[in-house]
């Protein structure tokens, strides 16, 4: 599907494919972990992608940071970042470099970050070799960045004279976040930041999020499992299903009109206020992307899979501006002529 970029896109991915292909005594083994995905992301949102785990989620998230290495290998498709009207190409590592892209523009916060600090060294110097990679400055000029950032984002300044051990890991996950954002970057992409973390310590970091990114109008990648995370933080949400896209759409369509069974079952999964009833979870697990089901891959855990679900891939429609689904049902009712065409 082609897709007009518009002006206020910041990153854009178009037809992604990466695979992990590994090869072993001469078999070649390929895992498909990002399957033709297209997204676009605009400048200033928090931009949510969900789904369980081993869907695909982290491995997207690397290829659109460009940071992806071997066995992740990019077989198809393009990233482009746009700042400030100028296009750069996310897979090229000599642009990212020349133009100094990571960091100073574009911010991450892996998986089971909190665990990234430097164990013997104080937190006060790591700011300073972070910052100095990126804006070489004195030292005391850096401790005051440091100091001034963590005021103003309401973090206790005494931190930067601890060790990571010696802080909680809700504050040290809180440090990471800053640390990472401390050069204002203009893009952050954040992987499982509430994750291993209890729910009031949760509530905090989330709250941290949305405040360096409406402080500065960044725009803000965030990848969660928890859709009561999306729920709370995200405008546009993304459910990945076994390395597909298999819903887009704003929040509050997401979650009052989930079109794709899939995202259904994830909504049910959320806890409400007003049901006491038990959660309903989802039936099965996500199947291994080496060989992924045929069709639909969410067909053998699908309640209205159909003969065709399990030999035709659901094409990706637009069911109205701004809310993609690929599910056959949905196609059906939506386009019967396209239906009828595919299964003729
Ligand atoms: N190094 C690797 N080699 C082979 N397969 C991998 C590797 N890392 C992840 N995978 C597979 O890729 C798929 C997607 O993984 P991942 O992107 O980590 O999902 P998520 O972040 O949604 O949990 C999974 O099926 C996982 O088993
Ligand atoms: S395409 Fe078929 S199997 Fe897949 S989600 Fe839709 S109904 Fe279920
Ligand atoms: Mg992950």
Same mark, same amino acid.
């Given at each position: 599907?082609?897709?007009?970029?518009?002006?206020?896109?910041?990153?854009?991915?178009?037809?992604?494919?990466?695979?992990?292909?590994?090869?072993?005594?001469?078999?070649? $083994?390929?895992?498909?972990?990002?399957?033709?995905?297209?997204?676009?992301?605009?400048?200033?949102?928090?931009?949510?992608?969900?789904?369980?785990?081993?869907?695909?989620?982290?491995?997207?998230?690397?290829?659109? =940071?460009?940071?992806?290495?071997? #066995?992740?290998?990019?077989?198809?498709?393009?990233?482009?970042?746009?700042?400030?009207?100028?296009?750069?190409?996310?897979?090229?590592?000599?642009?990212?470099?020349?133009?100094?892209?990571?960091?100073?523009?574009?911010?991450?916060? &892996?998986?089971?970050?909190?665990?990234?600090?430097?164990?013997?060294?104080?937190?006060?110097?790591?700011?300073?070799?972070?910052?100095?990679?990126?804006?070489?400055?004195?030292?005391?000029?850096?401790?005051?960045?440091?100091?001034?950032?963590?005021?103003?984002?309401?973090? /206790?300044?005494?931190?930067?004279?601890?060790?990571?051990?010696?802080?909680?890991?809700?504050?040290?996950?809180?440090?990471?976040? @800053?640390?990472?954002?401390?050069?204002?970057?203009?893009?952050?992409?954040?992987?499982?930041?509430?994750?291993?973390?209890?729910?009031?310590?949760?509530?905090?970091?989330?709250?941290?999020?949305?405040?360096?990114?409406?402080?500065? !109008?960044?725009?803000?990648?965030?990848?969660?499992?928890?859709?009561?995370?999306?729920?709370?933080?995200?405008?546009?949400?993304?459910?990945?299903?076994?390395?597909?896209?298999?819903?887009?759409?704003?929040?509050?369509?997401? =979650?009052?009109?989930?079109?794709?069974?899939?995202?259904?079952? =994830?909504?049910? %999964?959320?806890?409400? +206020?007003?049901? !006491?009833? @038990?959660?309903?979870?989802? &039936?099965?697990? #996500?199947?291994?992307?080496?060989? /992924?089901? #045929?069709?639909?891959?969410?067909?053998?855990?699908? /309640? +209205?899979?159909?003969?065709?679900? !399990?030999?035709?891939?659901?094409? +990706?429609?637009?069911?109205?501006?701004?809310? $993609?689904?690929?599910?056959?049902?949905?196609?059906?009712?939506?386009? &019967?002529?396209?239906?009828? @065409?595919? %299964? @003729?």
């Amino acid at each position: 599907m082609t897709t007009n970029v518009n002006t206020n896109t910041i990153v854009e991915a178009k037809n992604l494919k990466a695979y992990y292909i590994t090869r072993a005594y001469g078999i070649e $083994r390929v895992v498909k972990a990002v399957d033709d995905i297209s997204i676009q992301v605009k400048e200033g949102e928090i931009y949510g992608i969900a789904g369980e785990s081993g869907c695909g989620k982290s491995s997207l998230l690397k290829v659109l =940071l460009g940071a992806h290495q071997a #066995p992740l290998t990019v077989v198809d498709g393009s990233v482009k970042y746009r700042f400030d009207g100028n296009e750069i190409n996310a897979l090229s590592k000599q642009e990212m470099e020349h133009k100094d892209v990571r960091w100073r523009q574009v911010s991450y916060i &892996p998986q089971g970050s909190m665990h990234v600090l430097n164990p013997v060294r104080r937190i006060r110097d790591t700011f300073h070799d972070f910052i100095q990679a990126h804006r070489p400055m004195k030292r005391h000029e850096s401790n005051e960045l440091a100091r001034n950032y963590l005021r103003d984002l309401g973090l /206790p300044d005494k931190v930067l004279g601890a060790y990571p051990h010696q802080l909680s890991g809700g504050m040290r996950q809180r440090v990471t976040i @800053a640390l990472a954002t401390i050069l204002w970057p203009k893009l952050i992409f954040a992987d499982e930041p509430t994750t291993a973390l209890d729910v009031v310590v949760q509530r905090g970091v989330i709250q941290l999020l949305k405040e360096i990114q409406q402080k500065e !109008r960044s725009t803000l990648v965030l990848i969660t499992h928890d859709i009561g995370v999306h729920a709370n933080l995200a405008d546009r949400i993304a459910v990945l299903y076994a390395g597909k896209l298999v819903e887009e759409g704003d929040t509050r369509t997401i =979650l009052k009109t989930p079109m794709h069974p899939y995202t259904q079952f =994830l909504i049910k %999964s959320l806890p409400r +206020l007003d049901d !006491r009833g @038990a959660r309903v979870g989802i &039936p099965g697990r #996500p199947p291994a992307l080496e060989n /992924p089901p #045929p069709g639909c891959r969410f067909h053998p855990r699908c /309640p +209205l899979a159909m003969d065709k679900c !399990r030999t035709i891939d659901p094409p +990706l429609i637009t069911v109205q501006p701004g809310h $993609r689904v690929a599910c056959h049902v949905v196609t059906d009712a939506m386009l &019967p002529e396209m239906s009828h @065409a595919a %299964s @003729a």
